[in-house]
Antibody, heavy 126, light 107 residues
């Protein structure tokens, strides 16, 4: 099973662009098994799905963030990336990367988001 | 976007109690639902997927049921390590959406 490790700056200023990295070990990000996902969680609040990428060719984003977010991969480095531009204080959160796959349950392909990184904290403050 | 409404938002229980948490979707999501447990300072952990399939390694006291719009997570006999916050997540369509969470604490 793959392991995930997020990294990136802890403190950002409003209007800046955040770049986070998720390093993948124990497997290839090029694999057609996994869908690579970013999720965030403001302190004391719930989980928010940001988006996911499938290296087989598709990327999907939350409409609420789509205009400011880019998810990408570098297969040569086995890394997943998240960029968020035009930061505000509302982007302060713990950011998680996660990996999901599809398995067959009762003859039907079903999704499970079963591998998570430990998360990285980002604070947006002037 | 599909709205996922969890209830209750919090509950107090004792070790040995049977605990049920409900998640309601704003539209039919078949059985495309997972349940996650999160402890403070930790990443969420997958408990249940496809509404009722137990993830490998998860104790059998956890179970899930439901399909369509209404789903239930049951802990048959609450253990000390189960005090945590629980989230549902629909993956029927984009954007995937979480419920707001249910915090289970000590009575």
């Amino acid at each position: 099973q793959v392991q995930l490790q997020e990294s990136g700056p802890r403190l950002m200023k409003p209007s800046q662009t955040l770049s986070l990295t998720c390093s993948v070990s124990g497997g290839s990000i090029r694999s057609d098994i996994y869908y690579w996902t970013w999720i965030r969680q403001p302190a004391g609040k719930g989980l928010e799905w940001i988006g996911r990428i499938y290296t087989g060719g598709s990327t999907n984003y939350s409409p609420s963030l789509k205009s400011r977010v880019t998810i990408s991969v570098d297969t040569s480095k086995n890394q997943l990336y998240l960029k968020v531009n035009s930061l505000t204080a509302a982007d302060t959160a713990v950011y998680f990367c996660a990996a999901g796959d599809y398995v067959v349950v009762n003859g039907v392909y079903t999704y499970r988001l079963d591998v998570w990184g430990q998360g990285t904290t980002v604070i947006v403050s002037s | 976007a599909i709205q996922m409404t969890q209830s209750p938002s919090s509950l107090s229980a004792s070790v040995g109690d049977r605990v049920t948490i409900t998640c309601r979707a704003s539209q039919d999501i078949r059985n495309d639902l997972g349940w996650y447990q999160q402890k403070p300072g930790k990443a969420p952990k997958l408990l249940i997927y496809a509404a009722s399939t137990l993830q490998s390694g998860v104790p059998s006291r956890f179970s899930g049921s439901g399909s369509g719009t209404d789903f239930i997570l049951t802990i048959s006999s609450l253990q000390p390590e189960d005090f945590a916050t629980y989230y549902c997540l629909q993956d029927y369509n984009y954007p995937h959406t979480f419920g707001q969470g249910t915090k289970v604490d000590t009575k």
